[in-house]
């Protein structure tokens, strides 16, 4: 990517909060600039997951930052969930690309409704209108019918969905590598190149 890195980062309330966290620990040693909005259920989650007790995204944000002691090169700018008002809620600002991660179904509902009553919902619909690269991090399983139909109709809309689906062939070794195998993902989907897991290599393969 040529460009200064700008994203819009959404933590929505879906179980799954290890792909949030191992993908804002790695945007923090890049360059660039996010803007990151965190529900109320996320933060709940996260509390559960990681048996913490963060009370905002910027606390969040340092739980990370003291957990893996990640080098920061990267600027984050904090927007409140429910401030539809906010700057990211209009195409006149712009950004490469929108993660929600981890996502849930009732957001991937809503914003497939055009329905925006909050700012991560809201900013995804302008990512949208705008033709701005929108990924999606599904934390669910298994998949009902409306959840299926949602997925498509947004993939038919614009959107990147990637299932937190980590794959096993990278031989991990904990649950923190398989969260850098959907941050990753998310990374090269946006055009950045970084390896976070060893690249899938034949068992034939020779140099």
């Known amino acids: ?105 009732k957001t991937i509902a809503s914003i497939n409704s055009g329905i925006t009553d909050n700012l991560i919902e809201r900013a995804a619909d ?11 991090v599904p934390r669910e399983t298994p998949y009902n019918r409306i959840h299926l139909r949602n997925m498509l109709e947004l993939h038919d809309a614009g959107a990147t969905l990637l299932p937190a689906s980590p794959g096993f062939y990278q031989n991990p070794n904990s649950l923190d590598d398989l969260g850098d195998f959907i941050a990753t993902r998310i990374f090269r989907l946006i055009g950045i190149e970084i390896d976070l897991y060893p690249r899938w290599k034949s068992a034939d393969f020779e140099e």
């Open 126 to 136: 302008v990512s949208l209108k705008e033709k701005r690269r929108l990924i999606l």
């Open 1 to 105: 990517m040529s460009e200064p890195l700008k994203l819009v980062v959404g933590i929505a309330g879906a179980s799954g909060s290890i792909y949030a966290a191992r993908f804002l620990k790695a945007l923090l040693g890049l360059d660039g600039e996010s803007w990151l909005v965190v529900s109320p259920a996320a933060l709940r989650v996260f509390n559960e997951e990681y048996q913490t007790s963060v009370n905002s995204p910027e606390e969040l944000l340092d739980f990370i930052r003291q957990k893996w002691k990640q080098k920061e090169r990267h600027s984050f700018h904090f927007r409140k969930f429910e401030d539809i008002g906010a700057d990211i809620a209009s195409g006149s600002n712009t950004w490469n690309a929108m993660v929600v991660v981890p996502c849930s179904m």
